[in-house]
């Protein structure tokens, strides 16, 4: 069969074919008596199997070396194959990513997608003072596409940083609140913990709802932080988590902030009192945490507070005593 029969049945160009002759990778069997190249059945099939290979990403010099080297075994090079893939499917996913998070800034022109890529390229920096300044930028400048700074918020260590991030993202409004709640349930618990700190700090109905369902989560810590977020709310929702905090020493003087402004409404202020109260009448709670629950009963008002502190300025425990005593007197000074 001559060349341009085999191109066309093989789909491979005759120049292609040259070329092949030209490496030795398909040396045609015969020749016309004109000097045409003629292929036989062999070298057709041959070319087939160098076109399979080549679709594996070999290069042609591995192609020769898979055909002719009787020795060679193709584990090693399938495995270096299947990393050079996956370092470009790595870095195509990568840019994927980039162009999706500028389309989505939607820029008014070049000038905006440059200072785009500039702060995203900052956001992903090794220094964390430029990483700062790219979240507290993000807002003056050309605004930073919110799933950027969520990924950058999940997985910030440095505390400062943070801070700026959740800050960014509080003030970009609530795009992101989708992309945290995702956060809630990652099965990291450091991501967990910033997604929640995050959401705490987006003044949203929509993120006290979410907050709300994070009372229900299964990492305590996450739950502790919504209720200490929903406290300042005034979500009454919070209340158990709250006192909880307060008896297990979790931020306790947090927690108990968060009670006394939840207390300052007269129809709340009763049933935490009663909560700290119940938390008083079981046996085994010792006495450092009868001195925080007097310490919280401090800002509650009404009868049930003042009650409790009562007996417990004759607890057996005296630093307990003083400190219910000392509040108690304060109550009755005001």
């Not at 292609?16 to 020749?31: A, C, E, F, N, Q």
């Not at 008596?33 to 070319?47: H, K, L, M, Q, V």
């Not at 070049?110 to 990483?131: H, P």
């Not at 705490?200 to 996450?222: C, H, K, M």
Request: hydrophobic share 45%; proline share 3%.
């Amino acid at each position: 069969m001559l060349i341009g029969d085999v191109a066309r049945r093989s789909g491979v160009s005759a120049r292609m074919l040259r070329h092949y002759d030209s490496l030795g990778l398909v040396r045609p069997t015969g020749r016309t008596d004109a000097g045409y190249r003629e292929y036989s059945s062999e070298d057709i099939r041959r070319i087939f199997h160098i076109e399979s290979l080549r679709s594996l990403g070999l290069s042609l010099r591995e192609v020769g070396r898979a055909l002719d080297d009787q020795d060679f075994t193709p584990s090693e090079l399938v495995d270096d194959l299947i990393r050079q893939t996956r370092e470009r499917i790595a870095d195509e996913t990568e840019l994927l990513t980039r162009l999706r998070r500028i389309g989505a800034a939607e820029p008014a022109g070049w000038e905006d997608v440059l200072q785009i890529v500039a702060l995203l390229q900052a956001l992903g920096s090794k220094s964390a003072g430029t990483r700062q300044r790219a979240a507290l930028s993000s807002i003056e400048e050309v605004p930073m596409p919110v799933e950027a700074l969520v990924e950058a918020a999940l997985s910030e260590t440095d505390p400062n940083v943070a801070g700026a991030l959740r800050w960014a993202l509080a003030q970009s409004g609530d795009g992101g609140l989708a992309l945290l709640a995702e956060g809630l349930g990652s099965s990291v618990a450091e991501v967990r913990k910033r997604a929640v700190q995050s959401i705490a700090e987006i003044p949203d109905g929509e993120a006290t709802a979410l907050l709300q369902d994070a009372l229900t989560n299964p990492d305590i810590v996450v739950r502790r932080y919504a209720a200490l977020a929903l406290g300042a709310r005034g979500v009454a929702d919070a209340v158990p988590t709250l006192i909880d905090m307060v008896v297990e020493e979790t931020n306790d003087v947090g927690a108990a902030d968060a009670l006394s402004a939840l207390a300052s409404r007269p129809a709340l202020a009763d049933q935490i009192a009663t909560g700290l109260v119940d938390c008083l009448a079981h046996g085994t709670v010792e006495s450092s945490a009868r001195r925080r629950l007097a310490q919280a009963l401090a800002d509650i008002p009404g009868i049930t507070a003042s009650r409790a502190l009562a007996d417990l300025s004759h607890d057996e425990d005296r630093a307990v005593a003083l400190t219910a005593a000392y509040i108690l007197g304060i109550r009755n000074a005001r």
